[in-house]
Each structure stands twice: as structure tokens, then as C-alpha cells.
């Protein structure tokens, strides 16, 4: 009980102190007092000490199994490995809460360390902003959903955790993804106070860009984890499936793209400057909003977490949240004005612009669709939704403008690109990425998207790895050295443009996989008896049979289909239907047979006395890409996220030495 | 147990409280705290942050020149004005005092690039020094206010500096007080 | 303004609005799901649309045709039941009482002919626990136990 009365008033306490760190802060930087502002930031760190000490608090009980708390008990069991117990501290409701608070103060406590010698005038703001939100997650711990409530009978065993849950990917998933949704509270704390100090000139931009980067790198690899989980783990063979929740994921990442593409025309040309705050501002309240999509039981999803009564508190302080913020910014209007004008369509800018653009139109779509049942029930009473073709429809032609830029944007300068330039550069990939629309054609691929999607893919992977070259030719001749240290060397001193580049081949790589998975996926569905061969697109599946396998925590019945590719053997798919034990519970798994071209995917149901099974097989051409895209794009964001030297000392006061 | 396990709380919860209020009890001096900086330092921060952005921009143009994006008119209506405004900084700097090589409060070193940066930055330097001498900037000539919305930089933007040793002198003299260079 | 600046203008209006009307134009029926309750839809048939209900499978109605893939259920609402027939590999989880969500176009017979059946993620069934729903627990027991003698018989 010790542990529980700690673990309750560390939360209250916090909450009084996150309350104490709001006004101290607010105060003392109006006042421009120290002492103020310095009890804001000690209690913003008291708060992280008792934050961290109410967390260790319930993963400590989790792991000994007191079943007293009823957050115990409901997400743990005797059977229940300790990994699994440890993970169960965000696999509830209240647990999943506790995490986002505790990697919030986790952050405010590593921003207030970080700017000890710099941002001075900023920092009273940052901190109280940073608190409001986690006052606002105490707030709900403290009377919407208590994770150290008490059972008034202690069960003997708890009812533990679903085995489709027990999984690494399952695991992983939502740490990963809250790692980055919470980072984005930091950018907007220092928006918030470069807004209200009015100092919003270039400043905020640098401190906040890594920031943005290790959260949006978090986000992003995220949304990756959880499709990749969703392929192999849900048995329908696919990765997305634009539901509420995954997209309440993905729009933040892409208001978070363009911030980071947009920072970067302000800090260069002075431009832009209310388009980055409002970007911002946006990917805050679509993180806010994302928590409360799967927690409200607004919107029905495969996903959510169970129906909660406190959706109304999230909605309230979203609309508290969107109209604070844009007083600010209207209030603020006048020093947000650019420094410089646009100058040609054929520079950097203009496609940074295009950029943004786009992805506020996409972001704008899949809002809209995501929330157009609960619109619609308002207005005419009844729920529609809209389903993936919709948003297919509408985001495919406005990516294809992406898939274009990847590859355009790094092909262009800053302010203008010369017009007899412009044709040098742009020709080889044009006419590679030609190339390949001729080659798709000829082999007889037709459907419109995908050859486009793949055609401009291939122009982009072109002009980026052309700019790769020419830039180690220019290193060589400087230095001399062999052509990949050129390489490496060009990447380490231009980390910020290179390692964009290789975000954007990354991304690229992810595309062609995307289109073709989706455009050229052939599914088909047949019952087969043991001997049997079916064909499906350009693969043949021979049905070897079933056999019975029993573990510790489940039975199962195998099935075993070998895979042939014109009279070859190219591997074997082991779908499975399994019966866990406790809790009972069937569930299916995917035999897939992974490879660079495509995926073998097979499920299989309803086995009968003579080992006949129904199955259902799809082949995805070039899915694997996807993962791969991914891999790329994550060790470019590596790249920029590293420092440099000259930039290490962004806003540092300097002294002489007297 | 009871009564013990009661004291520890108390006493955690104290200790936690104690050490958020304690700034107003007694506040710990810290140079950098918000307004003990001096104007001075402030202004110097602002100037070095303010070259090594100049230097970051003048790299970018030369390096698509170097791809071959630009060409070269473009690149010296590019060059050119950020040549100036690093000049700017330059004569700003040495104003008030900074020389290259001095080295920040409490810090090791601000400089420790590899060998190719400093060549890159000096052929920077080189680069802004040539197109001072090719302009024929005189000494008479206002600091242009650009990039710098700080207003705490206005008082140092009015004064004239001297070619050779950048001392400030006023708009009478017609010999530099601290180099003796005739102004022109 | 320059001309620069309005042919700047030009080009952002002509982009946003062909992306904005991309965007509504997306809202067409064909892509649009209506979400009805069984009892709507018994008393209304709504013949063209794509509809989506929710709701458990009663007691007794599922029936399976292994070898033609076919599965046959009705769903209940408040009052009614919908009859729904679905062509394929089914989802875990579909079992008598169990929560479904079935997506598709009512026939002329009034049956729904779904072409997508959704069974509840696990942690739904965590709620379900939590408000007191006693059924599925008891029904996973007699299903686990259904199925192990299902899999004795086919593997003999």
C-alpha cells in the first residue's frame, strides 16, 4: 500500500506543482524576475522527479502482480512473462496516459538542462507552456482515470493481457510513436514563446529544429512499426487501412514535414515566418487530437482503446488550445511579416512552397474524411463514413506532386536556379524516368497510378543519386581521396542537405513500393485438398498438408503450401490457426514468404477430416520496399539529426574573457 | 509501519517542495541568468550568431555554383549582397571589441573545425575582404541595417569606423585617433 | 504588386483550388458508408448504397458452407435481425454472440451481401470485461472447447 499511496499523491502533488511551475514561470518572465522564474523551471523538474517516482511506482507493482490495484489486475496475470508485465505499464488506458506524461516531463526537464545558457528570454514561456500540457494529462490522471485505483476485492488472478497483444511489434509500437508525438510539444512550447516575448525572428527556428527532427523521426518510424505489425500480425495482407486512428497518427507527420521543409526557408530567406507557426500550432492540436481520437469513442475504429467519458475534457482544452494560439498569432501579425519575396518558380523556395501546399491539402482530406461521420451525424443525423477509396482517390494525384518533388527540389537552388541550368540538370533524370514508364508499358503493366507513381519515383532516385555525384566529383577534386570517402565525406559536411537526400531516396524507395503493392496486388480466394496447385498472378501454390503442433501457451494447426515461380521453387508459406489457452482465444498467422520482388502471402480457415482448407493468397509485388524505404529514410534523418560544428551554439551568449 | 511508512512520504513530498521554492528563499547568481547578461555581451552573441548564419549562406551559394546550378551572373547577384552584409558583422565585431580567436565564457573553444572547414573559411574571409577592396568601401559609408531587428544594435549601426584599425570615430575627425590613417 | 507577385498568386490559387476541389469531390456516394443501425435497415432497405452495421451475431443463425466459402448469419439490433452472407476467408472471432461489424449493399432479397467483415481489436474485449458483458468470456470457453473437437475429429 505503500506503493500505492506514493504513487497517488506523487500524481497530486505533481498536479499542484505543474499548476505552481505554470504561474511562477508566466509571471517571471512578464516581471523579467529570476527568482520567479527560477522556482517555474525547479518545479517543472519536481514535477519530472515525481512523475518518474508515480510511473516506477506502477511498474513496480505490475511486476510483483498485486492484483489490489485495479490496473493491476486488469492488465496482468499469474501466467504473464515479466517482460510482458513491464510492458502492460502502457498497455491500459491510464498506463498509456502516465507514459505520455512522463516522456513530456521527461522533455521539459531535458529543454530547461539544454537552455541553461541560452534562449533566456524564451525559456520562462517554453517551461510554462510545457506545463500547461502536462498539467492538462494530471489533470485527467487525478479524476478521470486514476491508475491507482483499488479493487475492493483483490482478484486471485488477473485477467492479463491478450495474446494478439504479446507480441514485440505490439510492444514497441505505442512507446515509439508516443516518443514522437510528444516531442511536438516542444517546438510548440517555443513557438508559443516567441509569440508572446515577440521575438520571432530566427532564434526559435534553430533551437527547435532538432527537436522537431528526433520527433518527427519517431512519429515517422512509428507509423512504419505499425504497418509493418498490422502485415503480419492481422492476416488480411495489407498495411493501412485509413482508420480513424492511423490516421490521427499520420497527419501530425505530415504537418511535420512540411514545419521541417518550411524552418528551413525561414531561417535562409526570413519567409514564411506565420506559415511555420501555424504549422505548428496545427501539429500540436492534431497530437492532442490523435489522443483524444482513440480514447473517445468519437469515432468507431478496429483501434481504439475502450470508450471513455472524458473525450469532452480533451475537446475542451483543444478548443482552449486552437483559440489561445491564434489570438497570439493574430496579435502578432505585424512581426511575422517576411523579410523577402518569392523570385522564381524554379528555386528551392517554390518547391519548399509546392511542398507545403501539398501536404496541408492531404493532411485537409484525410481531416475531413477521418471526421466526416461525426459531421455528418451532427448535421443530418446520420453516421457516414467514408472508406479507403475515398482516400485514395483524393490522395493519390495530390502525392504524385510529392513523388515529383522529391527529386526536383534537391535539383534546384535557392532563390533561383539559372533557366540554362535547369535543363542540364533535370534532362538525365527525365529521360531515365521515361525509360522506365517505356519498360513498365512494354511488359504490359498498365493502371495508370502505378506507372506514374513508379515513373516519377525512378526520376527522383535518378536526380538524387546524380546529385550524390556530382557533388563527390567536386570533393575529389579538392581533396584527392577515393570516391567513397568522397562520399562520406560530402554526406558529413553537408549533413543537412545529404541527409535530406537521402530522407527523400528513402522516401522515394517507400513509394514504388506503395504503388506497387497496392496497384498490382492480386488476391484470390479457393478451397484446396492437400495435393492440390492454384495459381495466383505469376505464382503457383502446391497445398502440402496440415499437421498439429502444440506449445506452451497455445495449439495450433499448421498448414504448409510450397511456392513455385515458372516450375521453380522459390520458398514455402506456413500460415497457422492458433487456440491460445489463457485467455482462450483463436487467432491466425500468416504464412508470408518475404523477397525483393514481391510477397507470398497466404491465411487459411475451415480444415476439415481430409485436411481440405480454404485459403486466401495474395501476391505483393514490391512490398519489402517499403520496409527498405523506410530503413533509408531513417538513417537520413540519423544524418541531419547529427551535429555540426559550426551550428553547435545556436543563441548562446557569448563572453570575453575579461 | 504505518507511521513509518507515513514519515518517508512526508518527507519525500517536503524535499520535492523545498527544492521548487527554495529560488525564492535565496537565488543562486548565475552569469548567465536573464538579466544579468550585460547589453555588450548580448550585442556580441547576436553578431557571432549573425556571421556564422552569413558564413552558412555564403557556403550554400558556392556550392551550387559548384553543381553547377547557377550561373555566373546569378551567382554574384547572389554573392554579393551576402559579402556585404558579412562585412558588416565583420566591422561590427571588431567595434566592439571580438577578435578572431577569442574565446567564450566558460567554454574550451568556440572554433575546433577540422582542417578543410578553416580553409573554407578562410577563403570565405578572403572572398568578403576581396570584395571590399574591389567596392572601395570608405570609411565615411553607414553600416546598412539589415538581418539585425534587434534594437539593441541600433546605437553601434550609426558610427563610422576606420579601414585599418576599425576604430569609431565621429563625423568631424579627419585622422583616425588610434591608427593615425587619414580618413578619406 | 509585381507582376512576379501575381503570377505567383495565379499559380497558388489555381493549385489549392484544383486540390481543394479534388478534395470534395472525393465525397461522392460511391465512397460513402453509411452507418445504420440493423433496425434501420430492416425497416428501410436502402438499396444502393454502401451501408455499415454493428451489432452481435444471434444466437444459432451462423451457419458455414466450407466448401463454396460461404458464411451466412444474422446480425442483431434493438429489435430485428439482418440476414448477412459473406464469400471468403473468415476473420477470427466470428462465432455466435460475438461483435461484428459487416460493410456492403442490401439485395433485393433484403440480405446484406458484405464484402468486408470486421471483428473488434483485443482491447475492446477489455471494455467488454469491464462493463460486466459476461457472454464472450463463456462463449471463448465453449468455443475453445467447440474447436478442440472439431480438430480432434479432422486430425484422426
Known amino acids: ?658 | ?184 | 504588386m509585381s507582376a512576379n507577385k501575381i503570377k505567383f498568386l495565379i499559380a497558388g490559387f489555381v493549385i489549392v483550388s484544383s486540390f481543394l476541389f479534388l478534395a470534395i469531390s472525393g465525397f461522392k456516394s460511391e465512397n460513402l458508408v453509411y452507418f445504420l443501425t440493423v433496425d434501420e435497415v430492416v425497416k428501410q432497405k436502402p438499396s444502393s448504397n454502401s451501408i455499415r452495421v454493428q451489432g452481435k451475431i444471434l444466437e444459432g443463425s451462423l451457419k458455414k458452407k466450407i466448401e463454396s466459402m460461404q458464411i451466412y448469419f444474422k446480425i442483431l439490433g434493438e429489435v430485428n435481425a439482418l440476414p448477412v452472407t459473406y464469400k471468403g476467408v473468415p476473420p477470427d472471432l466470428l462465432e455466435n454472440g460475438f461483435p461484428v461489424i459487416a460493410e456492403g449493399k442490401i439485395n433485393s432479397k433484403g440480405t446484406l451481401v458484405a464484402n468486408n467483415l470486421m471483428v473488434a481489436c483485443p482491447s475492446k474485449f477489455e471494455e467488454m470485461k469491464e462493463k460486466g458483458d459476461v457472454m464472450p468470456e463463456d462463449h471463448l470457453r465453449l468455443m475453445q472447447k467447440a474447436k478442440e473437437r472439431r480438430l480432434k475429429n479432422s486430425l484422426k
Request: hydrophobic share 50%.
Open chain 1, 1 to 658: 500500500m505503500f506503493l500505492v499511496d506514493l504513487g497517488r499523491y506523487s500524481i497530486f502533488f505533481a498536479l499542484l506543482l505543474s499548476l505552481a511551475s505554470i504561474f511562477f514561470s508566466f509571471f517571471g518572465g512578464f516581471l523579467k524576475n529570476n527568482r520567479l522564474t527560477k522556482v517555474g523551471s525547479n518545479s517543472a523538474i519536481s514535477v519530472f522527479v515525481l512523475v518518474v517516482t508515480a510511473s516506477c511506482s506502477l511498474i513496480y507493482l505490475l511486476m510483483i502482480r498485486d492484483y489490489r490495484v485495479k490496473y493491476v489486475a486488469n492488465h496482468v496475470n499469474n501466467s504473464l512473462e515479466s517482460f510482458y508485465r513491464f510492458s502492460a505499464f502502457w498497455g491500459g488506458q491510464e498506463g498509456s496516459l502516465m507514459l505520455w506524461l512522463l516522456l513530456l516531463c521527461l522533455y521539459c526537464f531535458l529543454v530547461i538542462r539544454q537552455n541553461q545558457k541560452r534562449n533566456l528570454d524564451l525559456m520562462p514561456f517554453v517551461t510554462g507552456t510545457l506545463m500547461i500540457t502536462a498539467f492538462f494529462f494530471l489533470f485527467l490522471l487525478s479524476f478521470m482515470t486514476l491508475p491507482f485505483d483499488l479493487n475492493n476485492v483483490p482478484p486471485i488472478d488477473g485477467k492479463g493481457l491478450n495474446p494478439l497483444l504479446q507480441d514485440w511489434g505490439m510492444v514497441i509500437h505505442p512507446p515509439n510513436l508516443y516518443l514522437g508525438y510528444v516531442g511536438y510539444v516542444v517546438p510548440f512550447s517555443f513557438c508559443i514563446a516567441a509569440l508572446i516575448t515577440g521575438k520571432l525572428d530566427n532564434d526559435w527556428i534553430q533551437t527547435i529544429r532538432r527537436w522537431t527532427l528526433f520527433a518527427w523521426f519517431f512519429n515517422g518510424t512509428g507509423i512504419l512499426l505499425g504497418g509493418a505489425w498490422a502485415y503480419k500480425e492481422l492476416g488480411w495482407g495489407g498495411y493501412w487501412a485509413w482508420d480513424p486512428v492511423e490516421n490521427a497518427s499520420l497527419m501530425p507527420w505530415l504537418t511535420g514535414t512540411a514545419f521541417l521543409h518550411s524552418i528551413i526557408i525561414q531561417e535562409k530567406r526570413g519567409m514564411l515566418k506565420v506559415w511555420n507557426v501555424v504549422l505548428i500550432i496545427l501539429t500540436y492540436l492534431l497530437t492532442i487530437f490523435g489522443t483524444f481520437v482513440t480514447r473517445s469513442g468519437i469515432l468507431s475504429s478496429v483501434h481504439a482503446f475502450a470508450n471513455s467519458n472524458f473525450g469532452w475534457v480533451f475537446l475542451v482544452y483543444l478548443l482552449i488550445a486552437l483559440f489561445l494560439s491564434f489570438v497570439l498569432v493574430f496579435v502578432r501579425l505585424k512581426k511575422l511579416k517576411s523579410e523577402h519575396e518569392l523570385e522564381s518558380f524554379f528555386s528551392r523556395e517554390a518547391g519548399f512552397l509546392l511542398n507545403n501546399v501539398v501536404f496541408v491539402s492531404i493532411t485537409f482530406a484525410i481531416f475531413w474524411g477521418t471526421m466526416f461521420p461525426v459531421v455528418s451525424e451532427l448535421v443530418e443525423g446520420i453516421k457516414v463514413t467514408v472508406g479507403p477509396p475515398f482516400f485514395d482517390q483524393v490522395n493519390v494525384p495530390i502525392g504524385m506532386f510529392l513523388l515529383l518533388l522529391l527529386g526536383a527540389g534537391p535539383l534546384m537552388a535557392w532563390r533561383i536556379t539559372s533557366t540554362s541550368q535547369i535543363k542540364k540538370s533535370f534532362i538525365v533524370p527525365t529521360i531515365v524516368g521515361l525509360l522506365g514508364t517505356s519498360i513498365l508499358l512494354f511488359f504490359e503493366v498498365h493502371h495508370f497510378y502505378g506507372v506514374l507513381a513508379i515513373s516519377l519515383s525512378i526520376f527522383s532516385i535518378c536526380a538524387i543519386i546524380i546529385e550524390f555525384h556530382k557533388g563527390a566529383n567536386l570533393v575529389k577534386e579538392r581533396t584527392k581521396l577515393n570516391y567513397f570517402t568522397c562520399i562520406w565525406f560530402l554526406t558529413m559536411n553537408n549533413k543537412r542537405r545529404f541527409g535530406g537526400y537521402i530522407v527523400h531516396l528513402g522516401m522515394a524507395i517507400l513509394f514504388v513500393g506503395i504503388a506497387a503493392s497496392s496497384a498490382y496486388q492480386v488476391t484470390e480466394e479457393v478451397r484446396l485438398r492437400p495435393g492440390e496447385s492454384f495459381h495466383v498472378g505469376s505464382v503457383r501454390m502446391r497445398y502440402e498438408g496440415v499437421k498439429q503442433e502444440v506449445s506452451n501457451s497455445y495449439r495450433a494447426v499448421r498448414a504448409k503450401l510450397s511456392v513455385f515461380i515458372k516450375g521453380y521453387q522459390i520458398g514455402s508459406v506456413s500460415p497457422e490457426r492458433r487456440i491460445y489457452f489463457t485467455p482462450p482465444q483463436p487467432t491466425t498467422e500468416a504464412g508470408i514468404r518475404r523477397g525483393f520482388f514481391s510477397d507470398v502471402y497466404a491465411v487459411f480457415s475451415d480444415v476439415d477430416s481430409g485436411g481440405a482448407a480454404s485459403f486466401k493468397f495474395m501476391v505483393n509485388p514490391l512490398l519489402n520496399w517499403i520496409w527498405f524505404g523506410g530503413i533509408v529514410f531513417s538513417l537520413g534523418a540519423i544524418v541531419c539529426f547529427l551535429p555540426d560544428r559550426w551550428s553547435r551554439r545556436k543563441g548562446q551568449i557569448f563572453t570575453l574573457k575579461e
Open chain 2, 1 to 184: 509501519m504505518e507511521f513509518f511508512s507515513l514519515f518517508i512520504l512526508s518527507l519525500f513530498f517536503l524535499m520535492v517542495f523545498v527544492f521548487a521554492f527554495w529560488p525564492l528563499v535565496r537565488v543562486p547568481v548565475n552569469l548567465f541568468d536573464m538579466n544579468i547578461v550585460s547589453e555588450k555581451n548580448k550585442k556580441i552573441s547576436r553578431l557571432m550568431f549573425e556571421r556564422e548564419n552569413l558564413y552558412k549562406n555564403i557556403l550554400e551559394v558556392r556550392f551550387d555554383r559548384a553543381m553547377k546550378k547557377l550561373s555566373n551572373e546569378d551567382y554574384s547577384k547572389l554573392l554579393n549582397p551576402l559579402n556585404q552584409k558579412a562585412l558588416n558583422v565583420l566591422r561590427r565585431l571588431e567595434a566592439l571589441g571580438v577578435k578572431e580567436g577569442d574565446v567564450a565564457f566558460g567554454e574550451n573553444q568556440v572554433n575546433k573545425n577540422s582542417n578543410i572547414e578553416n580553409d573554407v573559411r578562410s577563403e570565405i574571409e578572403e572572398e568578403i575582404l576581396r570584395y571590399r577592396n574591389n567596392n572601395k568601401i570608405s570609411a565615411q559609408e553607414n553600416a546598412i541595417q539589415e538581418n539585425l531587428s534587434d534594437k539593441e544594435i541600433t546605437s553601434v549601426e550609426t558610427t563610422f569606423y576606420c579601414t585599418t584599425c576599425g576604430n569609431s570615430f565621429g563625423t568631424e575627425d579627419k585622422f583616425c585617433s588610434n591608427c593615425g590613417s587619414k580618413i578619406k
